[in-house]
């Protein structure tokens, strides 16, 4: 197998570990990434084995285009993947997570590609109380973030309908795992209660810990992405990609407690904006369209990811 396929936002938490898999799977691999968010160091060991590491920005068209030629299909997963953030700069997330999608995808349309899997977020659900949450639900996008990425979605949709672009967006619902960055203020929860617990300083806990999650490993999400990469008859197609249960923050606390041996002290504070009360997905679209199912339940994934982090941060 030699196809040639791009992931933008490669040097990411996500991206770096879809090169890998891609890689794994025989395919080539080229990435674009302005390393904003991303870290050159997520790819450091695999460096030679990835045809072309182009830092590029995809808010640059002409970048886009040059990325795109040649390649089979683009994973697109760059992005200022922040829901504070957005709050903060709406311009600059919406240049970065719709503009640079739009080039993308024109990029593709352009350069004869043949499949474009987008990287979508649970964000677009908001606070609506039905759960699980399933595709066909109302979007309510609380912010610009997952606005953004809905209309992403949307225009995947439509370049399906107008190009004939064969596309599918997955909406990752609390991704986790290995390189995944505590240092950033907007940083995800599970690294930032896993960096807290080997500090041995106390878990700030935004609300009062009931609200709920559906976290996915981040193996199962480069499953997701290479199940999509191979399907017949996707056009459009949006899916959940999560583990399919629930849990709360403070049971997610509980867990990393357990796995890790190490009780801290909880300190809980006032909700963020723009978060949302509870999340649970549906996930059987996935396994429909794409034959996706988690492999990797969450204690299993934490007790990876926690050893990772121990080994990082020079414990255990």
């Given amino acids: 197998m030699s196809d040639r396929v791009l992931v933008t936002g490669g040097g990411g938490f996500?991206?770096?570990?879809?090169?890998?898999?891609?890689?794994?799977?025989g395919y080539r691999v080229s990435v674009l990434d302005n390393f904003l968010t991303g870290r050159r160091e997520n790819l450091q060991e695999i460096a030679d084995d990835i045809e072309t590491i182009r830092e590029a920005d995809v808010r640059d068209l002409q970048s886009c285009m040059e990325a795109a030629k040649g390649v089979t299909a683009v994973f697109h997963l760059a992005a200022l993947a922040s829901v504070p953030r957005s709050i903060e700069e709406p311009i600059l997330s919406h240049e970065i997570n719709l503009t640079g999608t739009l080039n993308m995808l024109q990029a593709a349309r352009e350069n004869g590609v043949s499949r474009f899997i987008f990287s979508s977020s649970s964000a677009v659900y908001g606070d609506n109380p039905a759960t699980p949450k399933k595709e066909d639900m109302e979007p309510d996008p609380l912010s610009p973030y997952a606005l953004h990425k809905l209309a992403g979605e949307y225009y995947c949709r439509q370049y399906s309908a107008l190009f004939g672009l064969i596309t599918a967006s997955l909406r990752y619902f609390n991704v986790f795992g290995t390189r995944q960055d505590p240092e950033s203020q907007y940083a995800a929860v599970v690294p930032i209660f896993m960096s807290a617990i080997l500090e041995d300083e106390p878990v700030r806990i935004y609300g009062d810990g009931e609200q709920t999650r559906d976290f996915v490993y981040v193996g199962d999400v480069v499953k997701a992405n290479l199940q999509a990469l191979g399907a017949e008859g996707l056009n459009g197609q949006v899916m959940n990609i999560a583990g399919g249960?629930?849990?709360?923050?403070?049971?997610?606390?509980?867990?990393?407690?357990?796995?890790?041996?190490?009780?801290?002290?909880?300190?809980?504070?006032?909700?963020?904006?723009?978060?949302?009360?509870?999340?649970?997905?549906?996930?059987?679209?996935?396994?429909?369209?794409?034959?996706?199912?988690p492999a990797v339940g969450l204690e299993d994934g934490l007790q990876k990811t926690f050893e990772w982090f121990s080994r990082c941060q020079g414990t255990g």
């Fill in 245 to 293: 249960e629930k849990v709360t923050v403070n049971g997610l606390l509980g867990a990393l407690e357990t796995v890790s041996g190490i009780s801290t002290e909880r300190i809980y504070t006032d909700p963020r904006p723009g978060d949302i009360r509870h999340s649970e997905a549906d996930i059987s679209a996935a396994a429909v369209h794409i034959g996706y199912e």
């Fill in 14 to 25: 996500i991206g770096s570990h879809l090169v890998r898999g891609l890689l794994s799977e």
